[in-house]
């Protein structure tokens, strides 16, 4: 899926869009035992209570595509004859009427979810979207629908209590400390199947949300859709810094990193700029031509792209799960240095006097812990 498919879809969760007729799910304790089950009718209930129902699904398709929301890929195998597919399609089939496979899908995710000591709620929804026809000119004729795409979303909700806060009691008419009820945050987890992919519904394909892109409750995914999932952001760029370090030896220069640095953080931005709809993407080979560039040996840069093939496959890479675009940090044992990303070429590494140190211009004011102070000039004694 690419990032105005999704918005299509997240554009239908409101009430006077949405054909989520009713919503389901159980209320599970830290004993994984189920408290309470949900079925109930949006129609029947008040609006602003039907769209908190809906914001909650919605949110489970949210985030960055390839952070958040990662592809999950079934074989063809799995969608020709296996347990797991079949409980998916018998939940979106039925419109998750079928109290059976609802229950089966339940009891799969309680067994294997490790939420910690916190409650939650498994909340489901089901709905079918009549597809307009996009133009080649990507102009909408809404009368002129292609196809209903039916699916089914979940949404994984952490259940906490409420903070306790001073309240006026008007049978007393004094204020004492009262509790929230029980309050549903925000999911932690989701997933949307089948996929939306060029606008219609592909069974090879789901898409998965995780909150938090470095802990992606792999135990989830082994339960509910047995696949093998992408790595997590965090081990893409733990695995992506590690091919460097190790490729590259003693060219791992800090002008090395810099330049790699500088070359994924201005795709991100370019990318961004375009609104390209797909998810941007780079090569290993790539990364490649900037080494080169910077005058690593080419063993080494052969290197580099041998350990980004064993590790990442044939595939192309997220920048974003490379590097922080936001922060361009050097760390010593002792000291942090902390500079504006488009503006990391300040910091140098030298060599003085057999010492090695890090170098930034202080040509404008300098403050320390917002005290502004003069720079002493060593041969004349004298302050800048």
């Known amino acids: 899926m690419n990032q105005r498919e999704l918005g299509e879809l997240r554009r239908r969760f409101r009430p006077e869009k949405s054909a989520i007729s009713r919503v389901y799910g159980c209320y599970v304790n830290s004993s994984r035992e189920i408290i309470a089950y949900i079925d109930q009718s949006l129609g029947l209930m008040p609006q602003e209570e039907a769209e908190k ?18 592809d999950i890929v079934f074989s063809t195998q799995q969608v020709a004859d296996s347990e797991e ?27 294997a979810l490790d939420m910690g000591e916190s409650n939650y709620l498994i909340l489901l929804g089901a709905d079918a979207y009549d597809v307009p026809h996009r133009g080649r000119d990507g102009e909408v004729d809404r009368d002129a629908g292609e196809e209903v795409f039916r699916y089914v979303v979940c949404a994984v909700c952490p259940v906490k209590d409420g903070t306790p806060e001073l309240g006026y009691f008007h ?12 309050i549903v945050g925000q999911p932690e987890l989701g997933f949307l199947f089948p996929a939306f992919d060029d606008r219609t519904a592909n069974l090879y394909n789901a898409l998965f949300y995780s909150r938090k892109p470095d802990a992606i409750h792999q135990e989830f995914i082994d339960a509910v859709f047995r696949t093998e999932p992408p790595m997590s952001a965090a081990e893409q760029r733990e695995t992506f810094q590690s091919a460097l370090c190790d490729a590259l030896e003693e060219s791992c220069s800090m002008e090395v990193v810099q330049s790699v640095h500088d070359y994924l953080r201005q795709r991100i931005q370019e990318h961004k700029d375009s609104r390209d709809p797909e998810p941007l993407a780079v090569t290993a080979g790539e990364v490649s031509g900037v080494l080169r560039n910077c005058g690593v040996p080419e063993a080494r840069v052969e290197a580099f792209q041998s350990a980004c093939g064993k590790s990442f496959g044939e595939g192309a890479l997220a920048p ?22 488009e503006r990391s070429y300040l910091v140098e590494a030298r060599i003085i006097d057999g010492r090695r140190y890090l170098l930034v211009p202080a040509d404008e004011s300098v403050e320390v812990n917002g005290l502004g102070v003069r720079i002493a000039t060593r041969d004349s004694g004298e302050t800048n």
Do not use: C, M, W
Request: without cysteine; charged residues 25%.
């Open 320 to 341: 974003a799960n490379l590097i922080d675009a936001k922060h361009f940090a050097v760390k010593t044992a002792d000291a942090t240095i902390q500079v504006d990303p």
């Open 53 to 70: 129902y809906l914001g909650l699904l919605k949110k489970a398709l949210s985030g960055t595509l390839g952070r958040n929301l990662i």
């Open 85 to 111: 597919h079949r409980l998916l399609s018998a939940l979106r089939n039925s419109e998750l009427k079928d109290a059976e496979a609802r229950e089966a899908f339940y009891q799969k995710v309680i067994a």
């Open 171 to 182: 049978g007393e008419n004094e204020f004492h400390i009262s509790v929230e009820k029980q």
